[in-house]
């Protein structure tokens, strides 16, 4: 089995935090490493590392640390990878590709297109560029297009998050005129530690973010053993995840915070967003960097740690969730699993994986979120405290069940 690493490494070699796809990368890597090899795209070929550096390899992306270009161009310059063209059959001739990473490029269209090589598995989490182009970067459409028609025309096989994603697919296929690759339904799990427990107050002092009129000086832990920055134990505040861009519509929020900041002052929640910047995203870039209304309110964290975004998560009174699309969304598994109320868009997508439990609101309905979000900010809220008796029935999907699909699958094709 080989698994291509492309995306992953060029993201790394660039200090880019890792993404929700690049999550799910990450755990194919952890389930399949004791018997795959890493594959990295070469222009028109593909090349293969051996064994061991395969696994110095997985080693890094699984733990990469600011010296990650050093330490993986030495694994590579030291156990440079080999041209691969053999064609490969029987049980475990896979090569996977979690990410879309290069199925525009001349590798996976023609070569794999005349059956050289192993059985491409291609994971498809959305088709929003082609869908959705408005929410994308300009050519983005076209060259999604042309992934997608790779998926159709040389995968062994094909693994969609979320039945959404998968019947959008099937419509793409169609309105071409091509054939559907066998196909199976897995959904994702939450990459984060899962902890439901209360945080405890410590007391000590500590670095972090602090809200108008809230507590200075001290510093909580989880009850994962894990420090965590200080933040005000007595002040409401609300987190949005996910790369900043338009479709995420944060622009729609920070206008629906600048009116509760205007009708409550002082007493107005918190924000914290965490995300990195992405594109054509200006207008809130210009907002977070010289909006005074909401500079004592709204906090960016784009760097934020895996342990700080569940601490973040648990402390707040809700996950805001307000895209316009989303082929799966990971950050309301997140929260869910940690017990996190959600507030979320009216997406098919997101009552699919998570059912009548969240709170729904029309992406475009600013008066709607405005009341719900001051509703979830009182203590004694209702809305907020029947969400958190929906939740206790909430089942996180798990890793465990999203490879035994992927298992089905591979049987499936032999």
């Not at 993404?19 to 004791?34: E, F, H, K, M, W």
């Not at 408005?134 to 979320?162: I, K, P, Q, W």
Request: proline residues 7%; glycine residues 10%.
């Amino acid at each position: 089995m080989l698994i291509d690493v492309t995306r992953l490494l060029s993201r790394f070699m660039k200090g880019r935090l890792p993404t929700g796809v690049d999550r799910v990368c990450l755990a194919y890597i952890r389930q399949y490493r004791s018997r795959a090899r890493v594959f990295v795209q070469a222009g028109r070929l593909g090349g293969v590392f051996s064994p061991d550096a395969s696994q110095k390899l997985f080693d890094l992306l699984m733990s990469p640390g600011e010296d990650f270009f050093r330490r993986a161009t030495r694994i590579m310059a030291l156990s440079p990878p080999l041209p691969w063209f053999g064609r490969s059959s029987g049980r475990g001739g896979f090569l996977l590709n979690i990410g879309h990473s290069g199925l525009d490029s001349s590798f996976y269209s023609n070569r794999q297109a005349g059956g050289r090589g192993a059985r491409p598995i291609f994971m498809v989490h959305d088709l929003i560029p082609f869908s959705h182009p408005e929410f994308s970067r300009e050519g983005e459409d076209l060259r999604h297009v042309a992934r997608m028609a790779t998926v159709l025309r040389t995968a062994a096989g094909v693994v969609t998050n979320s039945s959404f994603t998968l019947e959008v697919l099937k419509d793409f296929a169609r309105a071409r005129g091509a054939a559907m690759p066998p196909a199976v339904v897995a959904p994702l799990a939450s990459g984060l530690p899962r902890c439901r427990q209360p945080i405890a107050e410590t007391g000590a002092a500590g670095p972090g973010t602090s809200w108008p009129g809230s507590p200075a000086g001290r510093t909580q832990t989880d009850n994962l053993g894990r420090a965590a920055s200080k933040a005000p134990l007595d002040h409401p505040c609300f987190v949005m995840v996910g790369t900043i861009e338009p479709r995420k519509n944060h622009w729609m929020i920070l206008q629906v915070w600048r009116r509760i900041v205007e009708r409550l002052g002082r007493a107005a929640p918190g924000l914290v967003i965490i995300g990195q910047r992405g594109w054509e995203c200006e207008n809130v870039i210009d907002i977070l960097e010289r909006g005074a209304t909401l500079s004592d309110f709204v906090h960016e964290a784009s760097g934020c740690s895996d342990e700080e975004l569940v601490w973040r998560l648990r402390r707040a009174r809700a996950l805001i969730f307000p895209s316009f699309i989303e082929g799966y969304g990971l950050p309301l598994i997140e929260a869910l699993s940690n017990g996190v109320p959600v507030i979320a868009s009216n997406l098919p997508v997101f009552r699919e994986i998570a059912g009548d439990i969240p709170d729904y609101l029309d992406p475009l309905d600013g008066i709607g979120w405005l009341e719900r979000i001051v509703e979830y900010c009182r203590p004694e809220s209702a809305r907020r405290a029947a969400q958190m008796q929906r939740l206790s029935g909430f089942t996180p999907p798990s890793w465990q069940a999203h490879f035994e699909a992927v298992e089905t699958l591979l049987d499936r094709i032999g």
